[in-house]
C-alpha cells in the first residue's frame, strides 16, 4: 500500500462528496459544521436589516441549499430539524419566540396571501 493512501480504523467518518460515510457513523456526525455555517450566515444577512420577503429569500438560499444534498444522502435527524426551525423562526421575526403571523398563514403561497 502506497505510503499517501490512508486507511481509517473502523468507525471513523470519511467524508465522500459531501457526506458521512463509514461504519457505525452517528446519524448527527455531518450536521454540526453545517448548522454552524448557516448560523454564521444569518448573522451576517441579519446586520443588514432585510425585510420579512428578503428574509424568507435568504432562508431559502442559506438553509435550503445547504441542507437538501446532505438530507437526500444521510438523512436529517429530527433533532437537527428541529434546531433549523429554531434558527427559522428566530431569524424571520428578529429573535421573537412568537410570529406576528400565524404559521398557517405564512405557509400559503405567496398569491394566497402566504411568504
Known sequence: ???AVRIVAEGEPVRILGAWVGKDIH???AWPKVVSMIKKNLQRWGRRKPTLYGKRLILGMAIGSRTQYLTRVQS???TV???LISIMRKFM???S???RIGLDELYKKKKEGGL
Open 1 to 3: 500500500i502506497p505510503l
Open 27 to 29: 446519524p448527527t456526525t
Open 76 to 78: 436529517m435527524p429530527k
Open 81 to 83: 430539524e428541529n434546531e
Open 93 to 95: 421575526w428578529n429573535k
Open 97 to 99: 419566540r412568537s410570529p
